[in-house]
C-alpha cells in the first residue's frame, strides 16, 4: 500500500508541475524518468509534440562510459553531460527543466547539474 501511495503522491505533484511548464521551440522541456536501476531524459518540443533529444543510461554506445561510474548517481551525471552535448550539438542552449514529480536531490540533482556544467541553461 506504501508503495502505491507515494506513486499516486508523485503523479498528483507531476501534474501540477505539468500544468505551470511548457516547452517551445525556444526553450523545449527538459523532462526526467527515474526507475530503480536506470535514468532516462528527453528534451521534447510541446509545440510540435515531438521528442527532439534523448538519451539513457541503458544505451549500448554509452555503456563503456557508465562502466566506470560506481554508482547510479555517477551515471546520472555523465548521462547529463551527454544530453548537454547532444543538445548543443542540435544547437538549443536552454531549456525548462521538468523534474517529473520527482524530489530535487540525488539522480534528478545530479544530471540536472551535469547538464548544467555542460552548457544547458536553465
Known sequence: MKKEIKHVRRLRRKRSIRNKIVGSG???RLTVYRSAGHIYAQII??????TVISAAST??????????A?????????LGKVLAERALAKDIASVVFDR????????????????????LVF
Open 26 to 28: 525556444n526553450r523545449p
Open 45 to 50: 518540443d510541446d509545440e510540435k509534440r515531438q
Open 70 to 78: 560506481k554508482n547510479k548517481t555517477e551515471k546520472s551525471s555523465l
Open 59 to 68: 544505451e549500448k554506445e554509452l555503456s563503456e562510459r557508465f562502466a566506470a
Open 100 to 119: 517529473n514529480g520527482y524530489g530535487y536531490h540525488g539522480r534528478i540533482k545530479a544530471l540536472a547539474e551535469a547538464a548544467r556544467e555542460g552548457g
